[in-house]
């Protein structure tokens, strides 16, 4: 483990830029994590773009949400950069999305060949009224209502962004609807995004048990506008769950997504397309009496070596750890 010091909060947003600097949240560092300086705190929800940009989304204030759904008209704060992560330049965003009284950024932006963006978001719109009696609402005070993920696109590098469609709104799905998601496009030209869909780790004041909470992925191939059925994720034919997935793929291919709570682990796709799930390698279990927060990151730090920043307590804080994790293709004749 790597020790990649100490974090503002209990969740991680990591990104290894192409000319290979390290952003970890509100620090930067040229020489792998030896040493860091401070910088702009990025969002949660960012890319890079063909030319170098990097652009990010924070969730902050009322960014995504909608006074009036029948106007559906937001905002969204976007940071720009063009010197990796040096100096940030934030504007603010129009955001339209009809009938919509709330939506979140979480991971899941990425630029397509024409240069549009994409960006999956999770909320709800006027009328989605499919509730749950949720460990979160009680904490929170308020009923559980099933949320949706959605794509929004932007035609002008995120000056502006406007919905494209829902990619899953499955309520019979899952514990809490679809919601922590993370869109990537892969080998096959597909896109792919990985959803969140149960409370993992509070407690159930209702006593129930085996609650249907997984690990869900769904595929466009039409460049977002249309989705197909979510299906479950299986490793040996044992059901994957998991709240704030990251997907990745390695230089030879291989799919790799991070998932998060009660325990944290990667899964891998050996096709690179999320058709079947060979392995998955456990960084951190439950139970140990080390306290760690379940919302980590993962990011290439090599062709093929992935690092997960593990988030844990210490003392009166949250450190970051970083897990290497080096993954080798295997052959079709390979045990």
Request: hydrophobic share 35%.
């Amino acid at each position: 483990r790597i020790d990649l010091g100490p974090l503002p909060r209990n969740a991680a947003f990591f990104l290894v830029t192409r000319g290979g600097t390290w952003i970890l949240n509100n620090k930067r560092s040229v020489d792998q994590g030896k040493t860091w300086q401070p910088c702009e705190l990025i969002g949660e929800a960012f890319c890079q773009l063909r030319d170098g940009t990097i652009l990010a989304i924070p969730a902050t204030g009322d960014s995504g949400r909608f006074s009036s759904p029948l106007e559906g008209k937001s905002t969204l704060i976007v940071q720009e950069s063009k010197d990796d992560w040096q100096t940030v330049e934030t504007h603010e965003a129009s955001l339209h999305v009809p009938l919509a009284e709330f939506f979140f950024a979480v991971r899941g932006m990425i630029e397509l060949d024409n240069g549009r963006l994409l960006l999956s978001m999770y909320g709800r719109m006027d009328g989605d009224r499919i509730r749950e009696d949720s460990p979160v609402g009680f904490e929170l005070e308020i009923p559980w209502i099933k949320t949706r993920i959605i794509a929004v696109e932007s035609t002008d590098r995120g000056r502006s962004w406007r919905y494209l469609s829902t990619i899953s709104y499955n309520p019979h799905l899952g514990f809490e609807g679809q919601n922590e998601n993370d869109l990537i496009r892969l080998p096959n030209g597909l896109l792919a995004v990985f959803m969140r869909s149960g409370i993992h780790g509070y407690v159930d004041l209702h006593g129930r048990e085996n609650l249907d909470q997984p690990l869900l992925v769904t595929w466009s191939s039409d460049e977002g506008r249309t989705w197909s059925e979510p299906e479950r994720i299986h490793v040996d034919e044992r059901l994957v769950a998991g709240i704030y997935p990251r997907a990745l793929l390695t230089k030879n291919r291989v799919l790799a997504v991070l998932r998060c709570r009660p325990y944290g682990s990667v899964v891998f796709s050996p096709d690179g397309n999320g058709a079947f799930w060979s392995d998955e390698y456990v960084h951190y279990q439950s139970g140990t009496g080390v306290e760690r927060a379940g919302m980590q990151d993962m990011a290439l730090i090599g062709p093929n070596t992935i690092l997960v920043t593990d988030v844990v307590r210490k003392g009166q804080g949250w450190r970051a750890e970083g897990v290497p994790i080096t993954v080798n293709a295997r052959s079709a004749d390979s045990p």
